[in-house]
């Protein structure tokens, strides 16, 4: 397998977009219910642990875009093949893939289980599931410069679903907020910790890299994707604070929606309902660039064909969430998938840069270079 990908042109894609690859992967599910699990551990200082959360994914992102610069063009898979050898590569290549998978699962599940608290509480898995899968499957069987579009357009137009925050901040209690600055160090980074499985997804840059044509203009836009997600979850965390008491916000399971629905207008009632639909178009553009980063690792690990990939990986997981009858089972896949996340997106990168620049110093005495 080569190290470094040769993308034709008609594949690439300008670094303009990964602003809207960042801040729509990231925008997810997880935000709906991410406030009351960052109030848990920083309460009312959760602000801080959010930028706090948001300093170490700067650290982070600096950290792969220092070991994908060592590279002509590579990817995760590629990196791991020259660092650790073919065998033991591929190994790591595939845990990565099966880390993938268990994300698109949970972020799938969580859905569902929204779906059926909130509108149809005995409609079976397997149908909602099909539905989403062939929307999903509609647009990875396009290709990435079809996956990276339906994220573009669909990220402009679910930022609109914002505007109906406008009845809860007219709503706000400011003593909620008071007393600051009383959170002790350990528990904000416990809040900062817990905005993890929320703040996932762009490890998908190790991933679509080499596909970005203009790759020196890549890191404004990533960063700036980044930020405006943090902006996002801040408001929605500080609008769930000031709206709830700090009793209420710590048993409020989906903070978002509960939010949502106190906002109405004189033609249109149950506004819950509508954005509960509506958001199939936030957690699509996460589904088809997990979809797509599955299908490109076993194309690039093992040679698989990428459609055929699509095909085995939506029958896997259609019988798969039949197995989840009880909220507690999504709830532990969650939990499980958000610890396997701090370890796997956080700081794996930072131990991996280290290796990388090693090895590299070593090949450079030796001749050669990484690449």
């Excluded at 400011?174 to 959170?183: G, H």
């Excluded at 994707?225 to 710590?250: D, N, P, Q």
């Amino acid at each position: 397998m080569d190290i470094n990908v040769t993308v034709k042109s008609n594949l690439q894609i300008r670094a303009f977009y990964l602003f809207f690859i960042i801040a729509g992967v990231q925008i997810g599910v997880g935000i709906i219910g991410a406030p009351r699990f960052v109030f848990l551990e920083a309460e009312r200082d959760s602000w801080i642990a959010i930028l706090i959360g948001f300093l170490f994914i700067c650290i982070v992102v600096g950290a792969m875009f220092m070991i994908l610069q060592q590279y002509e063009n590579a990817d995760y898979y590629g990196i791991h093949i020259d660092l650790f050898g073919n065998w033991l590569g591929k190994l790591m290549g595939t845990i990565l893939i099966l880390f993938l998978a268990g994300s698109f699962l949970s972020i799938l599940m969580t859905y569902i289980q929204v779906i059926q608290i909130f509108l149809y509480h005995g409609l079976p898995n397997w149908i909602i599931t099909s539905l989403i899968l062939i929307l999903a499957l509609y647009t990875v069987l396009g290709g990435i410069r079809v996956v990276v579009g339906v994220t573009f357009v669909f990220f402009i137009i679910t930022i609109s679903l914002l505007v109906v925050l406008y009845d809860p901040l007219l709503r706000l209690n400011m003593y909620n907020y008071l007393p600051m600055f009383q959170t002790p160090l350990p528990d904000l980074l416990k809040g900062a910790k817990a905005t993890a499985y929320t703040f996932s997804g762009f490890e998908i840059l190790m991933f679509i890299y080499p596909f970005i044509k203009d790759k020196q203009k890549a890191k404004l836009p990533v960063y700036l994707g980044l930020t405006f997600t943090t902006i996002i979850f801040l408001l929605i965390t500080m609008v769930s604070i000031g709206y709830f008491s700090a009793k209420g916000l710590k048993n409020v399971d989906w903070a978002l929606l509960l939010l949502v629905k106190s906002a109405s207008f004189t033609f249109l009632e149950r506004l819950d309902y509508i954005v509960v639909i509506a958001w199939i178009m936030v957690i699509i553009p996460n589904l088809v660039l997990i979809m797509w980063a599955i299908a490109y690792g076993i194309k690039r690990l093992y040679n698989f064909q990428q459609r055929k990939t699509h095909y085995i990986f939506a029958g896997i997981i259609l019988i798969v969430v039949n197995f989840f009858r009880f909220d507690y089972q999504i709830t532990e896949l969650t939990d499980t998938i958000a610890k396997i996340s701090f370890w796997v997106v956080y700081i794996y990168p930072l131990l991996l840069l280290p290796i990388v620049l090693i090895k590299k110093k070593w090949k450079n005495k030796g001749g050669g270079n990484v690449s």
